[in-house]
């Protein structure tokens, strides 16, 4: 599995929305424009909602989960509460999609019901033992509180803060039409202080701008919290997000064995098996002309001598390329050593492991760094190479750095892609740092695990 050097890194956008300031250059700094942001304004929004939205399902919560728990001493509580948790799994899909709009968070479906028996005893059953209709619930009780408190401070801290800055435009409203000199900051029964004068009017719309500039800030702290409430109490579960890894980890693990049983095939058909029937067919000559003309029989045996050498070197490669004698006999750094003297540029192997991981864990690390030094051979344009391998608590490191041009991404390599999805199959992870130019340097992280004791 060949991986194809020489392609650029992707750039990631700022916030998740196309065309939103954090994909683009800037000549203000964040701090000063934060506040004419369109997702500062999204975010406010947001809160905003928040509110209205909390108090609609604050009360459809409680008011139903406590009428199904009032009338479960008949049979009227069941379905009650059922519809319940039902109708909260219902707002929880707007909630996330109303997240998605105004926050750029993408939060994915939870696990469906699992309907055992059909009709509405089975639903009610499904319904009542989903924790994603718990969460849900849980979430339409936590987010009336929070929603209160963030609408509170994100209104007050916006409102007065556009206020106070655009105070020398309305200030003359007071003298104008209240009686008054300005806006009053303090008053009692004898003393009176207002804004009124230049020096008072300028500070004020000072101490307004830092209140606009930090609003912003606030806002998107807050919208931190229901990004978190959504994601923890809406999204799915951490063992259904585990399964789905699972099923799609498996996926892979099948598709890379059906390609490896595909490409064992093709060398065989295409090349020892050819050989050996030429071989065949060119010992049945050397046969039939044994009598004849000895001399051309014993060309003809030579040649065929020639092709079982061949066809016998064919195997060993076959036979190390599903796995390695020399690694299952004496371990990764032997088998390493053997697969960088046949890298076309120096390599320097470095192995520090006290004791040698599970056979499976051992053939993908080997097969990692065979193939890795397999793409500095073909498309790093190297002089030098560096393999390293070690023990970090319970996870095995790989490391292979060449000094060659660089420009490896995961994204646009397929081989690299492949070697990606192989790792991720067994809780594995490949880093790649590859800027163009070089050097390139590619990690691989495994999961340790030792081969067990025999009984």
Not at 85 to 110: H, I, N, Q, S, T
Not at 159 to 166: C, D, E, K, N, S
Not at 229 to 245: F, I, K, W
Not at 302 to 327: M, N, S, W, Y
Request: glycine content about 10%; aromatic content about 8%.
């Amino acid at each position: 599995m060949a991986t194809e050097y020489g392609q650029g890194y992707g750039l990631g956008s700022g916030s998740g929305f196309p065309g939103d300031a954090g994909a683009r250059d800037h000549r203000l700094p964040a701090g000063l424009r934060a506040p004419f942001e369109a997702r500062s304004w999204r975010e406010f929004g947001y809160v905003l909602l928040g509110l209205p939205i909390g108090i609609l399902l604050f009360t459809f919560a409680v008011t139903m989960v406590s009428l199904g728990a009032g009338l479960l001493v008949t049979f009227l509580g069941v379905p009650v509460l059922a519809a319940a948790l039902a109708g909260c799994r219902g707002f929880g899909m707007l909630e996330r999609a109303r997240a998605r709009a105004l926050l750029g968070l993408r939060v994915a479906d939870p696990e469906p019901l699992r309907v055992k028996k059909h009709g509405v005893m089975g639903w009610m059953g499904a319904v009542l033992k989903s924790g994603t209709s718990w969460r849900s619930l849980l979430y339409a009780v936590v987010q009336f509180p929070w929603s209160v408190f963030s609408f509170v401070v994100a209104v007050n801290f916006w409102t007065v803060g556009w206020a106070m800055l655009t105070y020398p435009l309305w200030f003359w409203v007071f003298p104008a039409y209240a009686g008054q000199d300005g806006l009053q900051l303090y008053g009692d029964e004898t003393h009176h202080v207002y804004l009124d004068n230049p020096f008072e009017v300028a500070v004020t719309a000072l101490v307004g701008l830092l209140f606009t500039l930090v609003t912003p800030w606030i806002v998107r702290a807050l919208t931190t919290v229901d990004r978190l409430m959504v994601h923890g109490l809406l999204g799915p579960s951490r063992l259904a997000t585990r399964v789905v890894e699972l099923e799609s980890d498996r996926g892979a693990v099948v598709d890379t064995a059906a390609a490896d049983l595909r490409r064992i095939e093709r060398d065989l058909h295409d090349g020892a098996q050819a050989r050996l029937v030429t071989l065949a067919m060119d010992l049945g000559l050397a046969k039939e002309k044994l009598r004849e003309d000895p001399q051309a029989a014993a060309r003809m045996v030579d040649e065929a001598h020639g092709e079982v050498k061949t066809a016998l070197q064919e195997l060993r490669d076959l036979a190390r390329g599903i796995h390695p004698a020399v690694l299952t006999d004496r371990g990764l750094d032997a088998a390493l050593s053997a697969v960088a003297s046949r890298c076309t540029v120096p390599v320097r192997v470095e192995v520090d492991l006290a004791e040698r991981p599970a056979s499976a864990i051992e053939g993908i690390a080997y097969f990692t760094v065979s193939e890795l030094l397999q793409n500095v051979s073909k498309h790093a344009r190297a002089t030098a190479a560096y393999v390293e391998v070690w023990r970090v608590e319970n996870r095995l490191m790989l490391q292979v750095v060449d000094n060659g041009v660089g420009g490896a991404d995961v994204a646009t390599g397929t081989g690299l892609r492949g070697l990606a999805e192989r790792l991720d199959a067994v809780d594995g992870i490949l880093v790649v740092d590859s800027p163009t130019g070089g050097p390139t340097r590619v990690t691989a992280e495994l999961p340790w695990r030792s081969e067990p004791a025999l009984r």
